[in-house]
Nanobody, 115 residues
Framework: QVQLVESGGGLVQPGGSLRLSCAAS????????MSWYRQAPGNERELVAT????????NYADSVKGRFTISRDNAKNTVDLQMNSLKPEDTAVYYC????????WGQGTQVTVSS
């Protein structure tokens, strides 16, 4: 059974930081491209960041470049998203995503940026 379990969401003030983590099980994690998506109320789900299977390449949405960093630990089967200089518009449910031949989603974790 494949599981992607996100953690680390919460309420933070503008300008603050949060670190999201996704723990994967049931897949050969090191083979999967991993991504973080987010979905704000009334909006479509959007891609935030992607990291290739070996971790050599990353990509970011323009809206988060320079503020967010995606990383992975293939020994621990985890992928993290370090989010700095958070803005109210970063408020959303953040989802972990795994892609190889199949795709898998986590259940999401809420991030709220508000004073």
């Amino acid at each position: 059974q494949v599981q992607l379990v996100e953690s680390g969401g919460g309420l933070v003030q503008p300008g603050g930081s949060l670190r999201l983590s996704c723990a994967a099980s049931g897949i050969v994690f090191r083979r999967y491209t991993m991504s973080w998506y987010r979905q704000a109320p009334g909006n479509e789900r959007e891609l935030v960041a992607t990291i290739t299977s070996g971790g050599a390449s990353t990509n970011y949405a323009d809206s988060v470049k320079g503020r967010f960093t995606i990383s992975r630990d293939n020994a621990k089967n985890t992928v993290d998203l370090q989010m700095n200089s958070l803005k109210p518009e970063d408020t959303a449910v953040y989802y972990c995503h795994a892609k190889l031949l199949n795709t898998y989603w986590g259940q999401g974790t809420q991030v709220t940026v508000s004073s």
